[in-house]
């Protein structure tokens, strides 16, 4: 059984920075996508950035290019997600997600999900 379970949330100042992890396991992900997403209150969830296992294809909503980046860690399974320059708006619920196969920003593509991790950035 798959398990996403992600950490590294809190409270930051505008301009600030985080780094959310999150811990894969359960299967072997080599042909998995892993995807970042948010959901902040009254709003869809949305795109945030992914990266294939087995490549360095990475991926990102135009918003958070150059700020955020993505990386990953094959031996210990944790994908990453480097947030800087953190604005207001940032403000969400993080999850980690992930899929089989190729690259997809529609979340309703993606099979296994995180608890979530909050985000929250002062102004």
């Known amino acids: 059984q798959v398990q996403l379970v992600e950490s590294g949330g809190g409270l930051v100042q505008a301009g600030g920075s985080l780094r959310l992890s999150c811990v894969a396991s359960g299967r072997t992900f080599s042909s998995y996508t892993m995807g970042w997403f948010r959901q902040a209150p009254g709003k869809e969830r949305e795109f945030v950035a992914a990266i294939r296992w087995s490549s360095t294809s990475t991926y990102y909503t135009d918003s958070v290019k150059g700020r955020f980046t993505i990386s990953r860690d094959n031996v210990k399974n944790l994908v990453y997600l480097q947030m800087n320059s953190l604005k207001p708006e940032d403000t969400a619920v993080y999850y980690c997600?992930?899929?089989?196969?190729?690259?997809?920003?529609?979340?309703?593509?993606?099979?296994?999900w995180g608890q979530g991790t909050q985000v929250t950035v002062s102004s």
């Open positions: 997600a992930a899929k089989y196969g190729m690259y997809s920003r529609s979340y309703d593509s993606y099979d296994h």
